[in-house]
Structures are given as structure tokens and as C-alpha cells.
């Protein structure tokens, strides 16, 4: 399936603006004026990027947002927001969205953004294509950074994890960015995400 860039907003002119952005840098876009269009349309091969306002009628990009992680997608999220909403945004980021982008937005950093955010979809869907890639991603990991990385997916915080594995903050803080590159993954969800259903 075509990665594509779906562009989820309920206004017409920033639709459309963004649409054209998009595709003028070669990408593909389809766009939805409502999240619960973009629900009805959505399916877990879709492959790609979603980039979401948080203010919509109806359906909020945040509800969108929740009801797409407990469907399972992996689809990276971009949320775009107004100066009032950055709360919002941090929140999502903390469930695992990619990033978010204040309105109005620089136009090459939101689309040098969704690139990374269909580069990230790419790598993890080469990875899922593999069954045993996942283990074989887990092969590479030095026997301190599965220690991390079990304390990590445990919900310990660094510190914790410091004093368990009697290290310090810094060290952790090395493992535990070198199984992230290594996993190919941003945040502890997303490490989650994809070791679910291989334990």
C-alpha cells in the first residue's frame, strides 16, 4: 500500500493549503474533514502518517487519536495545534504521538516532519514484515541493554533503574538510548508497541 500523509482538519483553507504543501514535495496526500471521516475510511494497512488538528467539531484529534491506539494502529501522528492547546499536544506525546506543530506553522519544518514521520512508518513496517525480526532487533542488544530495556518496558524511571541495576543515571540513560536506536523506536510506548505480542 502507498504510504500516503493523512491530513485530518475541519477547515477547508488549511486543508487545502496543506494538501498542496504536501504534494508539491512530492508526497502523497489524502485529506479528511472530520476524524470521524478519517475513522471510517481507516483500516491497520493503512501505511503512512496521520497529521491531525486538535480542535475539530465532533470527534476531538485527541479522541481520534485515543480510539486509533486502542485499535492497535502504528500509524505516527503529527497533532496540529493553537498556541492554547500545547498542553493538549504534550499530552498525546506522552501515548506515543511523533510530535506536534504549532499553527501557524512553518511550512518546511511540518513537512520535513511528516518525512521523518513516514520514514519512522517505513522502518517499522520492515520490521514487522519479518516475524522474527523482532527477535532478531532484541539480538543485537548487549545483555546490560536488555536489562534496561526489561526495567524500561516495567515503567521504571531511570533512577530507578540506576539503583537497581547499581549504575549510574548517565549510564542508564546511554543503554537506554542505544536499545531505542537499536529497536528502531522513540519512546518507551513505542518499545512497548512493538515487543507486544512477542513476550
Not at 465532533?58 to 492497535?72: K, T
Not at 511550512?107 to 527477535?135: G, Q
Not at 526495567?151 to 543515571?169: R, T, W
Request: glycine fraction near 6%; include cysteine.
Amino acid at each position: 500500500m502507498t504510504p500516503h500523509a493523512y491530513l485530518v482538519d475541519d477547515d477547508d483553507a488549511i486543508r487545502d493549503s496543506l494538501s498542496w504543501l504536501l504534494e508539491s514535495r512530492g508526497l502523497h496526500c489524502l485529506s479528511y474533514p472530520s476524524a470521524e471521516d478519517f475513522l471510517a475510511a481507516w483500516d491497520p494497512s493503512l501505511a503512512g502518517c496521520l497529521v491531525l488538528d486538535i480542535r475539530m467539531d465532533g470527534m476531538s484529534g485527541p479522541e481520534l487519536f485515543d480510539i486509533l491506539c486502542e485499535r492497535g494502529s502504528t500509524l505516527p501522528v503529527i497533532f496540529l495545534t493553537g498556541h492554547g492547546d500545547v498542553p493538549m499536544a504534550v499530552s498525546a506525546l506522552k501515548k506515543g504521538a511523533f510530535d506536534f506543530v504549532e499553527k501557524p506553522c512553518n511550512d518546511n519544518e511540518l513537512v520535513d516532519r511528516v518525512i521523518e514521520a513516514l520514514k519512522l512508518d517505513e522502518n517499522r513496517r520492515v520490521a514487522a514484515s519479518d516475524a522474527d525480526s523482532v527477535n532478531t532487533l532484541i539480538a543485537r542488544l548487549t545483555c546490560r541493554e536488555r536489562e534496561v530495556m526489561e526495567l524500561v518496558l516495567a515503567g521504571k524511571l531511570n533512577k530507578v533503574i540506576a539503583d537497581e541495576l547499581q549504575i549510574s543515571m548517565r549510564t542508564v540513560e546511554v543503554h537506554r538510548a542505544n536499545l531505542f536506536e537499536k529497536m528502531g523506536v522513540r519512546t518507551a510506548v513505542e518499545l512497548a508497541q512493538l515487543l507486544a505480542g512477542k513476550r
